[in-house]
């Protein structure tokens, strides 16, 4: 029981890094980048509006911060629960 109990936690704390990834994707791509592009216009980065920025470049750094934050909170939560590779 212990063993599945363990493999509950270890798959609960996966999903919930993966659903917290996506959230933030999402609310950069497409929050950022479409839906608040109009509010976001007023403000300057760069030589253009924030929404702009956020559209073209800034959902890129965000996605590569996110790969490298997934991949070092998965390492992690692998140690952790002790499934890591040696």
């Not at 976001?40 to 920025?53: E, K, N, Q, R």
């Amino acid at each position: 029981m212990s063993e599945e109990k363990s493999s509950t936690a270890y798959w609960s704390a996966n999903l919930r890094l993966i659903v917290g990834s996506l959230v933030v994707w999402a609310l950069v791509s497409f929050g950022f980048g479409i839906l608040l592009r109009p509010l976001l216009s007023g403000i300057a980065v760069g030589g253009s509006d924030l929404g702009f920025w956020f559209a073209q470049q800034g959902a890129i750094l965000v996605f590569l911060a996110l790969i490298f934050f997934y991949a070092w909170r998965m390492n992690k939560l692998d140690r952790d629960h002790g499934v890591d590779e040696q």
